[in-house]
């Protein structure tokens, strides 16, 4: 899933021996032991058994409260990326459905639609990608065991099978890549009894219906957008801000639109209660933190989206003596990916300070492995990442927010260009265009390098995609406007960004 990452993680890279030969010891049974089946301990794995070295994979996913279980590649491909991306294109088809009927296509009315069909055809592809990567594994000569991994000393790992069986495996290096898992509120009667997270939705066979998501984080927000486009009543509570972390501006315009297209927003409220009706609905009481008033409503569904956590809490972290951060459960590591113990590594979203993306993850797998194995020394560099928040309207991002930039510079050390603009797709339909929005945050250098990008509007992951390239280059204000746009695009209008922020003048594009 999407998260956004800007700052340089300040850690000393001390280069380590680099193990070119199969198991120099002989003492261990593979070279390299990957604790943990998602993007980037499968990424890790295959990177390293390209070098001819002897490498085992470990993956094991508990079932969720619910009962929710899938098979490897990790939250992305399971109950994440895919499935999401997956769901918000059923839900834009749907928009292009009414789009549809301007342009002289006859649609009968009234239009419904099946969640049964779209969640077969869902989870039939997530499936297909399980198989996948047991293949991908196999060809390339890595061992797979559906094991759940925990340390017994610092070379060896207990596997135990569902049916409760150890197997003991022993290993030169050990990279940890279990991932994380959703929240659940620990202060709330009735919260873990009868609400479903992340993990859930995207595997339930019938329509969630009338659906209240607790929490405003980018995994709320897509799901909500892509529930209220498959023509759900759905409810959306914020205890603070939504998105946090990133540009509060673009936040803003985000749930603004999903507001205005049918998402209701219940804003500084929490909830106190949950229980289970006689009519197999879900009663939620709430209360406002400004006035302490309560509320309440009954749901066919309550997801908690409050945050995740990661899912180290089986792996017996102390017997290898691994530093952790205590607040977090997350495991410290530093630039090179390496933990406290020499041997022992850990990527993705177990680690502390790193994105929770997938792709940084696979990035940083993979050269973990040519670190290890294949004599370099390249370092993954999580500075300018670019990543997308897939609600209804797309917001795309990569470098500084505007905060962040005004909080490093100070504000009058940073130049703002902006401009709300109407995709030409709006036009004929009558769409409101109305929180479509570019900005560009530069220095007030001379040069006026670009600190960060964000953009809000259709295809917005394939928008920033492609700009996030000259940024981590380094690429200036007056470098964008040398660059020739693509016309009609919506992209093309981040070339042509002309007003500041600092004038106060409209920033509305107007002509083609």
């Not at 459905?97 to 055809?121: C, R």
Request: charged content about 20%; overall charge positive.
């Amino acid at each position: 899933m999407a998260a956004l990452w800007r700052r340089r993680p300040h850690f000393r890279y001390e280069p380590r021996l680099h193990c070119t030969a199969r198991a120099l010891s002989g003492k261990y049974e593979y070279d390299l032991l990957v604790v943990g089946g998602g993007s980037g301990g499968l990424a890790c794995a295959k990177e390293a058994a390209q070098f001819g070295n002897k490498v085992a994979v470990l993956d094991y996913v508990d079932p969720s409260p619910k009962g929710t279980k899938w098979g490897i590649g990790g939250t992305c491909v399971n109950v994440g990326c895919i499935p999401k991306k997956l769901m918000h294109h059923a839900a834009l088809l749907g928009s292009a459905l009414k789009d549809a009927q301007h342009y002289g296509w006859s649609i009968p009315q009234p239009v419904t639609h099946d969640w049964s069909t779209m969640a077969e055809v869902v989870q039939n592809h997530v499936k297909s990608l399980n198989w996948g990567h047991r293949r991908q594994l196999q060809d390339k000569k890595v061992k797979y065991f559906n094991l759940k991994g925990s340390f017994v000393d610092a070379h060896t790992i207990r596997g135990l099978s569902k049916a409760g069986q150890e197997t003991l495996l022993t290993a030169e290096n050990i990279v940890l890549a279990t991932g994380g898992r959703p929240k659940y509120p620990s202060n709330i009667p009735g919260a873990l009894e009868h609400g479903i997270t992340s993990d859930d939705l995207f595997w339930l066979k019938k329509s969630p219906g009338k659906t209240l998501l607790v929490g405003a984080s980018y995994v709320s927000l897509e799901c909500a957008g892509f529930l209220t486009g498959l023509r759900l009543d759905t409810t959306v509570m914020i205890r603070s801000i939504p998105l946090r972390g990133f540009d509060q501006q673009m936040a803003a315009l985000v749930t603004d639109y999903m507001e205005a297209h049918g998402t209701r927003f219940l804003k500084k409220c929490s909830p106190t209660k949950v229980e289970k009706m006689g009519n197999g609905r879900v009663r939620v009481v709430w209360k406002y933190s400004d006035s302490g008033k309560e509320e309440s409503d009954e749901f066919d569904t309550l997801m908690w989206a409050v945050g995740r956590q990661p899912d180290t809490k089986t792996l017996n972290l102390e017997t290898a003596g691994m530093k952790i951060n205590s607040a977090t459960g997350k495991i410290v590591v530093d630039a090179s990916e390496a933990t406290s113990v020499p041997h022992i590594y850990a990527v993705g979203d177990i680690t502390e300070g790193r994105p929770e993306l997938t792709p940084t993850a696979i990035a940083a797998g993979k050269l973990l492995a040519r670190r290890l194995f294949g004599q370099s020394e390249e370092l993954m560099d999580y500075v300018n990442v670019p990543t997308t928040v897939f609600t209804p309207l797309e917001y795309g991002c990569v470098g500084l927010s505007e905060e962040e930039a005004s909080g490093h510079l100070g504000p009058d050390n940073i130049e703002v260009y902006h401009a709300f603009y109407k995709p030409l797709e709006f036009y004929v339909p009558g769409r409101d265009a109305a929180q479509c929005y570019i900005k560009m945050v530069c220095s007030h250098a001379q040069e006026q390098r670009i600190l960060g990008l964000h953009f809000i509007g259709p295809n917005a992951g394939e928008v920033i995609q492609g700009f996030a390239l000259g940024i981590k280059c380094g690429a200036t204000y007056s470098q964008m406007l040398k660059t020739v746009g693509i016309h009609p695009t919506c992209a093309e209008e981040v070339t042509k960004l002309h007003i500041t922020k600092r004038s106060g003048l409209d920033a509305t594009v107007t002509g083609c």
